[in-house]
């Protein structure tokens, strides 16, 4: 072999030889330097969630690691199978392999039933979904919000000092999480599955209260044409980052910034 024990990727060779992840090339050298094709870490990917025997019966190496990867959403969001993979690409494998469900192996290799998510079954690390509903600023139902370094995603309580957490204050977001004895800390957000609309101020025409109780604004779109936008008048509003308990008319026609309707 091309790696022997003083070679700076013994260790990281070692590991996925001995987990059966990779066997290097034919000449048995693994070619560490090299870049690595997308055929290549498909096949590691595929072989990390245990559905080897899987893409062995759909026709093996490569294209049988392919399909099967698809079957496993290892490719969510990948448009383009370049020969050599990018660091973008790469990127996105492992974010589709966090959330990708892992199987147990039964007799003779076969994968008989999921298990868990990869992140949670290997790196003790959680998935989920939800909406940030306060932060250490506010909230969404009350200008009381968390304790310094606390989000709230839905009914549960993260630390994490991210910035992130607090701009996506009343989106949907996706998070991974790091349970530990007593607490969850928050690692990643990231929105996912909103519907927003960001008006400029400059935009707005007017707005006010109709007669059946909803907030009404009139912008001008990009083409010029009035636009109509009605919000439900028990909508949560966050007014400058606070929530806003009594919110009027004309507090959706800002001098400056903008309204943002998620």
Do not use: H
């Amino acid at each position: 072999t091309d790696v022997d024990a003083a070679n700076k990727f013994y260790g990281a060779v070692s590991y996925v030889t001995d987990m059966g992840l990779m066997s290097g090339f034919s000449d048995n050298t693994f070619r560490p330097s090299e870049q690595i094709t997308f055929s290549q870490a498909i096949k590691v990917f595929v072989s990390m969630l245990n559905l080897d025997e899987y893409a062995k019966a759909r026709g093996g190496y490569p294209n049988g690691y392919i399909d099967i990867a698809g079957s496993a959403e290892l490719l969510r969001g990948i448009k383009t199978q370049n020969d050599l993979v990018t660091k973008e690409l790469m990127a996105t494998l492992i974010c589709n392999l966090l959330e990708a469900e892992s199987y147990d192996k039964g007799v003779n290799g076969i994968s008989l039933e999921k298990s868990t998510a990869f992140s949670e079954k290997y790196l003790d690390i959680t998935t989920g979904e939800g909406i940030i509903t306060a932060n250490g600023y506010t909230g969404l139902s009350s200008s009381v919000g968390c304790s310094e370094g606390l989000v709230l995603i839905g009914d549960a309580e993260f630390y994490g000092n991210l910035s992130s957490a607090s701009e996506y204050l009343g989106q949907n977001v996706k998070y991974y999480a790091k349970e530990t004895d007593d607490e969850s800390v928050l690692l990643y957000v990231y929105p996912e599955d909103n519907e927003i609309l960001e008006i400029d101020a400059r935009d707005i025409d007017d707005a006010k209260l109709t007669e059946d109780r909803q907030f009404a604004i009139y912008w001008y779109n990009e083409n010029g044409k009035v636009k109509e936008e009605k919000i439900d008048i028990n909508t949560d509003v966050i007014y400058n980052g606070i929530f806003n308990n009594v919110p009027q008319a004309k507090d959706f026609m800002p001098e400056v910034g903008s309204v943002t309707l998620i």
